[in-house]
């Protein structure tokens, strides 16, 4: 499988557009900042990755964007910079496949409010209709008259692999020629309230300050982040591609509950293993890993014993971009971008966050910014609950 990717469009915390994207990148500094969206008092989390200075009438006719909330605006701004990055209008039988962790939950908690109080008669259907995890897709398609399949994956933190994956099989076999694949999230009151009460956020503890901390030996949680990238591949190159999808392995942890990790690392390794065997690589040329770390104790520990158990005691580069722009931001789909633009830039990124080698994961992720040759990078995606997709992007076509 080699799969051109010719167009990218970003929606950040911190960056809007592929260029303030790498600037972001290559500035090693994080986007995470106190929330001021919503009260946190009572809370022992207080920060996020939000995107801010998005001003969504740059790429949405205002009469359309009424009709949207947050989640399809995101994603409608990706979309829209992805094919004006291709620089062409996009063949209607194109296809869209997005992924979304958690959907417009702050749409359903307001289309709820007003059922309770008005009833069903009078409880406003656009709501309801924003309600749902493949709205933004829908409007996308919609938007640049797609006919081609329309699939949203709600896999938690490996909805935007899953859903490259099933583009990707969708193109190779000659079911459409081109697909909008990407990820969509945006943060809510609602599911940072029940992440902070479950204890999965970062926090201060009066040791530490409250930072997300990727393979640290003083982690203690993540931090959500909300975006959208979209991307778009395709059969035939219509212009010098940023790199290729090459391959993309899935497996599940059984020993994860429904709302943590596991610690069954041959769960992992075997992703892993199946991504590179798509891609025809041995694991010796895989040049980096962008790594689904995001400071859990529990998931890096099980990644980090993956990692040596599949390259040894001398692994590739490890990059954890989850301290830029934190969990969950775009559905992983900014992970997947970062590793594209380290393809195309031949440069690694910090790993912001890191600081202190945990002994027992004995991962030390990249702590500045590298230039370097890469031709392979084996991307990983693990999501409470079990699912793990990994996927390898290639530099070349062979």
């Known amino acids: 499988m080699r799969i051109p990717i010719t167009g990218l469009g970003v929606v950040a915390p911190g960056a809007i557009g592929v260029d303030r994207f790498r600037e972001l990148l290559d500035s090693g500094q994080t986007a995470i900042a106190p929330v001021d969206r919503f009260d946190t008092a009572g809370l022992r989390a207080h920060n996020a990755a939000l995107v801010r200075d998005f001003k969504p009438r740059d790429f949405i006719a205002p009469m359309k964007m009424r009709r949207m909330n947050l989640l399809s605006r995101y994603g409608m701004a990706a979309a829209k910079l992805a094919v004006d990055d291709r620089g062409a209008a996009l063949p209607d039988s194109t296809g869209v496949a997005l992924g979304t962790s958690f959907g417009p939950v702050q749409t359903s908690v307001e289309y709820m409010q007003e059922y309770v109080e008005k009833g069903a008669a009078l409880a406003p259907p656009q709501l309801f209709a924003e309600s749902v995890a493949n709205a933004p897709g829908s409007h996308i398609a919609i938007e640049h008259d797609l006919r081609g399949f329309n699939v949203t994956m709600t896999q938690r933190e490996t909805s935007a692999l899953g859903a490259a994956m099933y583009a990707a099989a969708q193109i190779v076999k000659g079911v459409v020629p081109t697909a909008l694949i990407g990820g969509v999230e945006e943060i809510n009151e609602m599911v940072f309230s029940v992440l902070d009460r479950v204890g999965a956020l970062a926090h201060a503890n009066g040791v530490i300050d409250e930072c997300a901390r990727p393979f640290d030996r003083r982690r203690n949680g993540f931090t959500i982040g909300e975006g959208s990238a979209v991307f778009v591949a395709e059969a035939t190159p219509s212009k010098e591609p ?16 429904i709302s943590d990790w596991g610690d069954d690392a041959g769960a992992v390794v075997a ?37 040596r158990a599949l390259f040894g005691g001398s692994p590739p580069p490890v990059v954890a971009t989850k301290g830029i722009f934190g969990e969950y931001a775009g559905a992983g789909s900014l992970q997947l971008a970062a590793a594209l633009l380290a393809i195309r830039d031949q440069t690694l990124h910090k790993s912001v966050g890191f600081e202190e080698v945990d002994p027992e994961l004995g991962i030390a992720a990249t702590d500045n910014r590298q230039p370097t040759t890469i031709n392979h990078i084996l991307i990983t995606s693990l999501a409470a609950g079990g699912g793990i997709v990994c996927a390898v992007l290639s530099r070349e076509v062979a």
Do not use: K, Q, W
């Open 271 to 307: 992703a892993m293993r199946a991504a590179l065997d798509d891609a025809e690589i041995a694991a010796d040329d895989v040049d980096a890993i962008y790594a689904s770390a995001n400071a859990n104790v529990r998931a890096d520990r099980v990644e980090a014993r993956a990692i």
């Open 242 to 257: 940023y790199g290729y999808f090459a391959g993309f392995g899935i497996a599940r942890d059984t020993t994860a509950s």
